[in-house]
């Protein structure tokens, strides 16, 4: 099936922020704090202005009628509320924090005056290091909250101590995580106008994953009802979780709309992007496996600090990843003994945000590498031993509660043992090393909840009650209009949720239209992350599209004098199941709908041809497995990924091609943060990686040829069985690359203790390993 | 577009038709082509000449339009995405990254479909090693580069297959 977006975005005539222009508009550009950590003693402002063109510098006096922006977090008493004004008013807190922003008549004009803009700074310490932070003499870096630590958390399980006390085998590593982001091709942007109507509103085009919640989150900080604030989300060049935060500029960009009286557009660049955006993943765990002597796994323990940066992010703060990591450490073990504890200490340093795979990432490599340390040190197989262990495919409780809706866990892990020919390449293995290569394989199970609602944020301890609603509704002719608040940012809803619509009504799929990213046309709804929308979507459509179709139903049964239950309704024909000659078009059905008078059903008459509704399933888990096999150059320290396969089960398929480019794109994204991407501080908190030369992604010449294979089991909860997918290859992919190099280097006797693992620090553990290997040799 | 440092007259000819307009001398290609042609198909990523987004051909080389200004083409023949179909058709390497799900979000398409096309015309048949080669410049951050070395492998065999039979 041919994606319904592609003709426009292959014709260079998608519709991004950027593409966006107003009459008179005019252009914005920040200045930002080149300090971690600094007093703002005087901005001046005057050579900026003396610019033919720049009109206006605004400061956070400028601006200090807007309501503070607000971050609570997930909704418990454990996490600390933080509050900011949208530009620094006193203090900046990383470099990038926001504290003017020049508007001008031209991007370039903008940017001359923002390099003019002259910030008197009185440089504080920084707190750079997130353990230092959380002592009791660190620096604090938000006064106000009195701690740095956003959320000190605890959870246990099972009798962890005693399953400590009572083993046979205790693994305990340390790992931390590396600093990555989502850094989509197409940045951050906003264009705000303000019209003098009806009270006063803002028309705002952004380039968001969630119009509705961001509306609802600045709108009280713009100090305007929600319903005069409209947002619309064209095309979204790439989001991966970045584009679901609310960002000062979110604000900034409509305040400044209003003062200055001209539409302002705000592009962010490269730096900016890496610099100001969100930052992800950046977590130091230590992880602790107790194990009777046959392998049973007893006990899990871990901890997991985030490195939340200045800021408790809104709306998901850093427990979108030190949380995330924590419960739900069992993943697909029957390990009944578990326990974490999570801190998440500001720093000054970017904040923590929600980037694809989130959390999991961190507490996937932690628990993945840590159990093939219990292989090694057991002297078991690293797939036995996880085979052993694992749970079964029917529906599971986890110690901390969450309920598994079924899933392929053992028989994934197998078929991705299959996928690299594991027997054999271990004989190849030993082959390779007789001629010095060093190759290498490592497996990553993993479990992740995907149709992030109600009920899996609680069980995920992110007690938020989410939910979506789709507005379906035939028109007079026949053909289809569906409404979302999810939204699309590469997905392909216009395609797979016109699929789910046309299969209900049994009509053709391109007589269906798909309506999203904008708050004035389409139903409220939570947004798409967290690969929440193949769920939610599907259930709201199918809930929304049946009723619409019942109706339908109905009006054929009586315009064709048969009982409903007889009518099928198929390409767009109602029939009289085995009368073929009685049918009536949907076109007929439609008009008779909107215009059949008092013929038609009361609630017909009442609700004509649309209906609205809302989906909030149980807890959904998609799982599967990664593999990879891996060559390094010892030499150079260079990793080269020889093959890595993937087996994805989210339930229900409801597109293969788009599941499979969402298991591949998020293999990528794994790769990129096993071994290339890393957002690096100074030790004073200078910030050193704000371009692609820095940054590295990776390319077509680091992900090689994958191998996709995929288990359908359906989900026990919700509608058709369906799971969701999009952070799967990210979650599985690091930790089966950093298995594999550690499993290559086995003769040197490595330890891993970082991502990214960059051929420097592989050099730098080989020469360490060859060192202790002389001194051994000397002694 | 608003000027500080004077304006210039620059005249080139894109896809073929020829256009001018006034630009600062340091204002970049992309940013002409984007806003002051109103070509928006061409997608600027980083600015720093890294990503590839913004490629586009000039006198037929593949080039970063956010790495050149707009003054040094004067004259020059420019294509970008915009004239890639013809008459609402997609064009053979367009109608192959659609069926091979070579695009996601759709912001990397231009300037991965002008390497594609700069590719095809130095090396009509290339192995899959040297359409990864060739296409590392570009980055996707969505597809993981499956759906769009398989779109560059069926649209070169697709060409080899009509050509043969003609």
């Given at each position: 099936?041919?994606?319904?977006?592609?003709?426009?975005?292959?014709?260079?005539?998608?519709?991004?922020?950027?593409?966006?222009?107003?009459?008179?508009?005019?252009?914005?550009?920040?200045?930002?704090?080149?300090?971690?950590?600094?007093?703002?003693?005087?901005?001046?402002?005057?050579?900026?202005?003396?610019?033919?063109?720049?009109?206006?510098?605004?400061?956070?006096?400028?601006?200090?009628?807007?309501?503070?922006?607000?971050?609570?977090?997930?909704?418990?008493?454990?996490?600390?509320?933080?509050?900011?004004?949208?530009?620094?008013?006193?203090?900046?807190?990383?470099?990038?924090?926001?504290?003017?922003?020049?508007?001008?008549r031209?991007?370039?004009?903008?940017?001359?005056?923002?390099?003019?803009?002259?910030?008197?700074?009185?440089?504080?310490?920084?707190?750079?290091?997130?353990?230092?932070?959380?002592?009791?003499?660190?620096?604090l870096?938000?006064?106000?909250?009195?701690?740095?630590?956003?959320?000190?958390?605890?959870?246990?399980?099972?009798?962890?101590?005693?399953?400590?006390?009572?083993?046979?085998?205790?693994t305990?590593?340390?790992f931390?995580?590396?600093?990555?982001?989502?850094?989509?091709?197409?940045?951050?942007?906003?264009?705000?106008?303000?019209?003098?109507r009806?009270?006063?509103?803002?028309?705002?085009?952004?380039?968001?994953?969630?119009?509705?919640?961001?509306r609802?989150?600045?709108?009280?900080?713009?100090?305007?009802?929600?319903?005069?604030?409209?947002?619309?989300?064209?095309?979204?060049?790439?989001?991966?979780?970045?584009?679901?935060?609310?960002?000062?500029?979110?604000?900034?960009?409509?305040?400044?709309?209003?003062?200055?009286?001209?539409?302002?557009?705000?592009?962010?660049?490269?730096?900016?992007?890496?610099?100001?955006?969100?930052?992800?993943?950046?977590?130091?765990?230590?992880?602790?496996?107790?194990?009777?002597?046959?392998?049973?796994?007893?006990?899990?323990?871990?901890?997991?600090?985030?490195?939340?940066g200045?800021?408790?992010?809104?709306?998901?703060?850093?427990?979108?990843?030190?949380?995330?990591?924590?419960?739900?450490?069992?993943?697909?073990?029957?390990?009944?003994?578990?326990?974490?504890?999570?801190?998440?200490?500001?720093?000054?340093?970017?904040?923590?945000?929600?980037?694809?795979?989130?959390?999991?990432?961190?507490?996937?490599?932690?628990?993945?590498?840590?159990?093939?340390?219990?292989?090694?040190?057991?002297?078991?197989?690293?797939?036995?031993?996880?085979?052993?262990?694992?749970?079964?495919?029917?529906?599971?409780?986890?110690?901390?509660?969450?309920?598994?809706?079924?899933?392929?866990?053992?028989a994934?892990?197998?078929?991705?043992?299959?996928?690299?020919?594991?027997?054999?390449?271990?004989?190849?293995?030993?082959?390779?090393?007789?001629?010095?290569r060093?190759?290498?394989?490592?497996?990553?199970?993993?479990?992740?909840?995907?149709?992030?609602?109600?009920?899996s944020?609680?069980?995920?301890?992110?007690?938020?009650?989410?939910?979506?609603?789709?507005?379906?509704?035939?028109?007079?002719?026949?053909?289809?209009?569906?409404?979302?608040?999810?939204?699309?940012?590469?997905?392909?809803?216009?395609?797979?949720?016109?699929?789910?619509?046309?299969?209900?009504?049994?009509?053709?799929m391109?007589?269906?239209?798909?309506?999203?990213?904008?708050?004035?046309?389409?139903?409220?709804?939570?947004?798409?992350?967290?690969?929440?929308?193949?769920?939610?979507?599907?259930?709201?459509?199918?809930?929304?599209?049946?009723?619409?179709?019942?109706?339908?139903?109905?009006?054929?049964?009586?315009?064709?004098?048969?009982?409903?239950?007889?009518?099928?309704?198929?390409?767009?024909?109602?029939?009289?199941?085995?009368?073929?000659?009685k049918?009536?078009?949907?076109?007929?059905?439609?008009?008779?709908?909107y215009?059949?008078?008092?013929?038609?059903?009361?609630?017909?008459?009442?609700d004509?041809?649309?209906?609205?509704?809302?989906?909030?399933p149980?807890?959904?888990?998609?799982?599967?497995?990664?593999?990879?096999?891996?060559?390094?150059?010892?030499?150079?320290?260079?990793?080269?990924?020889?093959?890595?396969?993937?087996?994805?089960?989210?339930?229900?398929?409801?597109?293969?091609?788009?599941?499979?480019?969402?298991?591949?794109?998020?293999?990528?994204?794994?790769?990129?943060?096993?071994?290339?991407?890393?957002?690096?501080?100074?030790?004073?908190?200078?910030?050193?990686?704000?371009?692609?030369?820095?940054?590295?992604?990776?390319?077509?010449?680091?992900?090689?040829?994958?191998?996709?294979?995929?288990?359908?089991?359906?989900?026990?909860?919700?509608?058709g069985?369906?799971?969701?997918?999009?952070?799967?290859?990210?979650?599985?992919?690091?930790?089966?690359?950093v298995?594999?190099?550690?499993?290559?280097?086995?003769?040197?006797?490595?330890?891993?203790?970082?991502?990214?693992?960059?051929?420097?620090y592989?050099?730098?553990?080989?020469?360490?390993?060859?060192?202790?290997?002389n001194?051994?040799?000397?002694? | 577009?608003?000027?500080?440092?004077?304006?210039?007259?620059?005249?080139?000819?894109?896809?073929?038709?020829?256009?001018?307009?006034?630009?600062?001398?340091?204002m970049?290609?992309?940013?002409?082509?984007?806003?002051?042609?109103?070509?928006?198909?061409?997608?600027?990523?980083?600015?720093?000449g890294?990503?590839?987004?913004?490629?586009?051909?000039?006198?037929?080389?593949?080039?970063?339009?956010?790495?050149?200004?707009?003054?040094?083409?004067?004259?020059?023949?420019?294509?970008?995405?915009?004239?890639?179909?013809k008459?609402?058709?997609?064009?053979?390497?367009?109608?192959?990254?659609?069926?091979?799900?070579?695009?996601?979000?759709?912001?990397?398409?231009?300037?991965?479909?002008?390497?594609?096309?700069?590719?095809?015309?130095?090396?009509?048949?290339?192995?899959?090693?040297?359409?990864?080669?060739?296409?590392?410049?570009?980055?996707?951050?969505?597809?993981?580069?499956?759906?769009?070395?398989?779109?560059?492998?069926?649209?070169?065999?697709?060409?080899?297959?009509?050509?043969?039979?003609?």
């Amino acid at each position: 099936m041919q994606r319904v977006e592609d003709p426009r975005l292959l014709a260079g005539r998608g519709r991004f922020v950027d593409d966006v222009a107003f009459p008179g508009m005019l252009h914005a550009a920040f200045v930002r704090s080149p300090h971690a950590h600094a007093r703002i003693v005087s901005v001046d402002a005057s050579a900026a202005l003396a610019v033919d063109g720049v009109l206006a510098v605004y400061t956070a006096k400028d601006v200090d009628w807007l309501a503070p922006l607000v971050s609570s977090g997930p909704m418990r008493d454990d996490v600390c509320v933080q509050s900011r004004t949208p530009l620094a008013a006193s203090t900046a807190r990383h470099v990038g924090d926001p504290v003017a922003v020049v508007v001008a008549r031209s991007p370039y004009l903008a940017e001359d005056g923002r390099d003019l803009v002259d910030v008197e700074w009185d440089a504080l310490p920084p707190v750079v290091d997130p353990l230092q932070a959380l002592e009791p003499d660190s620096p604090l870096v938000d006064e106000e909250l009195g701690t740095n630590n956003i959320c000190h958390a605890e959870q246990s399980a099972g009798d962890v101590d005693a399953a400590f006390a009572d083993a046979d085998y205790v693994t305990s590593i340390r790992f931390h995580s590396g600093r990555s982001t989502a850094a989509p091709i197409e940045g951050r942007g906003v264009v705000a106008e303000y019209e003098d109507r009806g009270g006063g509103r803002y028309n705002i085009y952004s380039s968001t994953q969630m119009p509705h919640l961001l509306r609802m989150f600045i709108a009280p900080v713009l100090g305007v009802p929600a319903g005069r604030v409209t947002i619309k989300a064209p095309d979204v060049g790439g989001a991966f979780g970045l584009k679901c935060t609310v960002f000062p500029e979110d604000i900034v960009i409509p305040a400044v709309a209003r003062l200055s009286g001209h539409p302002v557009k705000w592009i962010e660049d490269r730096w900016e992007n890496l610099a100001a955006g969100v930052h992800s993943k950046d977590m130091v765990c230590t992880m602790e496996i107790a194990a009777k002597a046959d392998g049973t796994m007893t006990a899990f323990r871990g901890r997991f600090v985030t490195d939340s940066g200045a800021y408790s992010s809104v709306p998901f703060s850093p427990l979108v990843d030190s949380q995330v990591a924590g419960v739900y450490l069992s993943s697909c073990y029957d390990v009944q003994n578990v326990a974490y504890s999570i801190d998440n200490p500001l720093t000054n340093k970017c904040q923590i945000g929600a980037v694809r795979g989130v959390g999991w990432v961190p507490g996937q490599l932690a628990r993945e590498v840590a159990i093939d340390r219990l292989a090694r040190t057991m002297g078991k197989d690293p797939v036995e031993l996880r085979l052993q262990n694992m749970i079964g495919p029917e529906v599971y409780t986890t110690p901390f509660g969450q309920t598994y809706d079924g899933g392929s866990y053992a028989a994934a892990l197998e078929q991705a043992r299959d996928a690299v020919d594991y027997a054999e390449f271990r004989q190849r293995q030993l082959r390779a090393r007789e001629d010095g290569r060093y190759l290498g394989v490592g497996f990553s199970p993993f479990v992740e909840p995907t149709g992030w609602a109600s009920a899996s944020a609680a069980a995920g301890g992110m007690p938020i009650p989410f939910f979506d609603t789709a507005s379906v509704t035939v028109e007079t002719d026949g053909s289809v209009t569906v409404t979302t608040g999810l939204h699309s940012d590469g997905q392909g809803h216009e395609t797979t949720l016109a699929q789910v619509t046309a299969d209900e009504l049994g009509v053709a799929m391109d007589s269906v239209r798909i309506v999203y990213g904008d708050t004035d046309s389409s139903v409220f709804g939570m947004g798409t992350y967290a690969s929440r929308s193949a769920v939610l979507g599907f259930g709201s459509i199918r809930e929304s599209a049946g009723q619409v179709r019942d109706r339908l139903t109905r009006i054929a049964a009586s315009l064709l004098e048969a009982d409903p239950s007889d009518i099928d309704l198929v390409d767009g024909v109602a029939r009289v199941k085995g009368v073929p000659d009685k049918s009536v078009p949907l076109q007929q059905i439609a008009l008779f709908g909107y215009f059949g008078g008092t013929a038609r059903p009361d609630d017909i008459q009442r609700d004509g041809l649309t209906a609205t509704a809302g989906y909030d399933p149980g807890e959904t888990y998609a799982n599967g497995c990664a593999a990879a096999v891996v060559e390094v150059d010892v030499e150079t320290g260079l990793v080269t990924i020889e093959q890595l396969a993937a087996v994805e089960d989210c339930g229900v398929v409801l597109n293969p091609t788009i599941v499979k480019g969402q298991v591949a794109g998020a293999i990528a994204n794994g790769i990129g943060i096993a071994l290339l991407e890393e957002l690096a501080y100074e030790d004073n908190g200078e910030f050193i990686s704000g371009n692609l030369i820095n940054y590295l992604y990776p390319s077509t010449t680091e992900v090689p040829s994958l191998t996709l294979h995929s288990i359908e089991t359906p989900s026990a909860v919700s509608a058709g069985g369906v799971k969701g997918v999009g952070e799967a290859g990210t979650i599985a992919a690091p930790a089966a690359i950093v298995n594999a190099i550690t499993d290559a280097l086995s003769p040197f006797g490595i330890t891993i203790e970082k991502t990214p693992v960059t051929p420097e620090y592989l050099r730098q553990l080989l020469r360490a390993a060859d060192h202790d290997r002389n001194k051994l040799v000397g002694a | 577009m608003d000027s500080r440092l004077g304006s210039v007259a620059v005249e080139i000819i894109v896809n073929g038709e020829k256009r001018a307009a006034v630009a600062e001398p340091r204002m970049l290609l992309s940013d002409f082509l984007r806003h002051g042609l109103g070509l928006t198909g061409t997608h600027v990523g980083c600015e720093q000449g890294v990503c590839g987004a913004c490629t586009v051909l000039i006198d037929g080389q593949p080039a970063r339009s956010c790495l050149t200004f707009a003054v040094q083409v004067e004259g020059a023949q420019v294509e970008t995405v915009e004239g890639m179909a013809k008459a609402g058709e997609l064009s053979d390497i367009q109608q192959a990254y659609r069926s091979a799900h070579g695009l996601q979000c759709g912001f990397c398409t231009p300037g991965f479909l002008a390497s594609t096309q700069a590719l095809l015309q130095e090396n009509p048949d290339p192995t899959d090693e040297q359409i990864r080669e060739y296409l590392s410049g570009n980055v996707c951050r969505c597809t993981g580069y499956q759906g769009i070395v398989a779109a560059v492998r069926s649209a070169a065999d697709a060409r080899k297959a009509s050509s043969h039979g003609s």
